[in-house]
């Protein structure tokens, strides 16, 4: 099956500070990504939606000036976390169909991000 | 809006049980449901992908149900192992725009 790839797997940062976590898409061109955080014991819930050569679209609630996304070409999505404060701590996961209109997503890895 | 609940949350298990899990969501309108398994710390790995017109759905020890009508689902895994032992996540999709809506999971632990 397709693999996408995210980076970093876990990160610390101090509060205030920004970070950016990677997600590409290896043997497929994804013009699609979905980003998901995930709190402990909690279920996934989708963030945004970013979109190749077009704004990110955002779930209720979701800041879009904390969260920027940016779908640069058809093979990396970045999510970055600006001025990060402890209750951003949460793990942070990328999906993306490996072609549009396909049935399954594949799911990256996942990031852990600890805000101190 | 579309809710998913999983029972039981934790489910811990001898060697070579048959062991059934639950998934259940309040609207019957979903394109499609999928089972992921998901280890600590790690990305979702899709076991089984059932699609609104289907009853079942079998790989390996795993067989899915959905009964649509009533906004259930099970995932039944024959004789476990150690190696079952991880996270097991429902999800189901209202429609082609791929927004997925997750349960919280089942802790499963095989022990050996």
């Known amino acids: 099956g397709a693999v996408v790839s995210q980076h970093p797997s876990w990160v610390i940062c101090k509060s205030g500070t920004s970070v950016k976590i990677e997600c590409r898409s290896l043997?497929?061109?994804?013009?699609?990504m979905f980003w998901y955080r995930q709190f402990p014991k909690q279920s996934l819930m989708l963030m945004a939606t970013?979109?190749?050569?077009?704004?990110?679209?955002?779930e209720q609630g979701v800041e879009k000036d904390k969260f920027l996304i940016n779908h640069a070409s058809l093979t990396l999505s970045t999510l970055t976390v600006t001025s990060a404060h402890p209750e951003d701590s949460s793990f942070y996961i990328c999906?993306?169909?490996?072609?549009?209109?396909?049935?399954?997503?594949?799911f990256g890895s996942g990031t852990q991000l600890s805000v101190l | 809006k579309q809710e998913v609940t999983q029972i039981p949350a934790a489910l811990s298990v001898p060697e070579g049980e048959n062991l059934v899990l639950n998934c259940s969501f309040t609207?019957?309108?979903?394109?499609?449901l999928q089972w992921f398994r998901q280890d600590p710390g790690k990305g979702l790995t899709s076991l089984l992908l059932?699609?609104?017109?289907?009853r079942e759905q079998t790989s390996g020890r795993l067989n899915a149900s959905l009964d649509k009508s009533s906004g259930r689902s099970t995932l039944y895994i024959a004789a476990s192992q150690p190696g079952d032992s991880a996270t097991y996540l429902c999800?189901?999709?209202?429609?082609?725009?791929?927004?997925?809506?997750f349960g919280k999971g089942t802790l499963l632990t095989v022990n050996p």
């Open positions: 609207d019957s309108a979903i394109y499609n």
């Open positions: 059932i699609q609104s017109s289907q």
């Open positions: 999906s993306a169909p490996e072609v549009m209109g396909g049935e399954k997503l594949f």
């Open positions: 970013s979109n190749e050569g077009s704004k990110a679209t955002y």
């Open positions: 043997d497929f061109q994804a013009t699609t």
């Open positions: 999800a189901v999709r209202r429609g082609s725009n791929y927004k997925l809506t």
